[in-house]
């Protein structure tokens, strides 16, 4: 059975065989919104990967030896299954698959996307607990990223995450692999207010070159407050924005943004516009709010990249008391709650 597909050809319904991010992203290509072209990676790739490589056992062993309460099991948990993951080979059928599918997109440049189960959901989002690759290229640099993506299933801020969540389902991965953006400026949008939820205004924030900047905390983004109504600007902080990532001969690359630049507006309202545009569009496809990655290219063309509801903690996860074990956990992970 092929592990592989197009984006466009997913909808909603493939979610359990694509995961979230990738159905989401059919959904958007469906509605004729500005997306990069790919490919998505099945979940039964994942579940043949880790069973024809005995890793079952590995895993449950080691997640047994988790407390809740102890960062160091936790992290020593992680790291094991990491590594296991990182050292069993990818198999042929897939490989081949993979190659084929970079060959249809043109041997590009791609970003390799985790897509887990229940992601980018209505009630929960992994956002920032899973790993994303840019600028990879190559059937075995894309084969290496998609495992990659896979391990990042048991990463120690994944491990406190779900085990926050609750529930007993074991995790599965697919993953989405889009061509490269080459992004001049990138960012993130709510067609909301993220703070108090008005829902007639678009929140963005963006900066120059590839979004790792701002997911990663390394950048004070501009940040603008759109009135879908009016289009009114009517919040405006420009940022000193002194760092952003660029396309690199072995993937993204940090640099120092130009003392010109720094304190620009990287977003004029043409740009502004153009967001607050196809944020309503997708606000409206959906009939949800939306939580929106966007970039830029050089030659001014938007993309969108991904796009999740705008979550609220979920109804069946209580709040844990302050100061709890597992709140002392999550945040020593840097992991919030869940949006």
Known sequence: MAHTVRLAELREGD?????????????????????????????????????????????DAELAGVMLD?????????????????????GEALRGEIADRLAELGL????????ALGEDSSEATYAG?????LWVRGAEAVCAAVR??????????AIAYRARLGGDELPEMGVAVQVMVDAEV???MFTCNPVSGDPSVVAINAS??????????????????????????????????????????????????????RFAPCLDEAALAALVEAGCRVDRYFGARQDIEWAFAPDGELHLLQARPVTAQPRHDPEPPPGSAIDLVMGAFGVGKPR
Request: include cysteine; glycine fraction near 12%.
């Open 70 to 90: 102890d960062v160091g099991t936790i992290e020593q948990a992680a790291t094991a299954i990491g590594a296991a993951i990182r050292s069993s080979p990818v």
């Open 108 to 115: 590009q440049a791609v970003a390799v996307r985790s897509s």
């Open 15 to 59: 979610r359990a065989a694509f995961g979230g991010k990738s159905a989401t992203l059919g959904e958007l290509l469906a509605a004729g919104i500005p997306v990069p072209r790919g490919f998505a990676v099945s979940t039964s790739a994942y579940r043949d990967f880790v069973e024809s490589e005995g890793l079952r056992a590995t895993i």
């Open 208 to 261: 120059w070159g590839l979004g790792l900047a701002i997911v990663g905390g390394e950048v004070t983004p501009d940040d603008f407050l759109v009135s879908k109504i009016t289009g009114e600007v009517v919040r405006r902080q420009i940022a000193d924005k002194t760092v952003r990532y660029v396309a690199g001969e072995h993937g993204a690359e940090r640099t120092e943004v130009p003392e010109d630049l």
């Open 129 to 133: 607990q899973q790993d994303t690759f």
């Open 186 to 188: 990138s960012g993130v």
């Open 148 to 157: 990659d993506c896979w391990a990042s299933l048991y990463g120690a801020p």
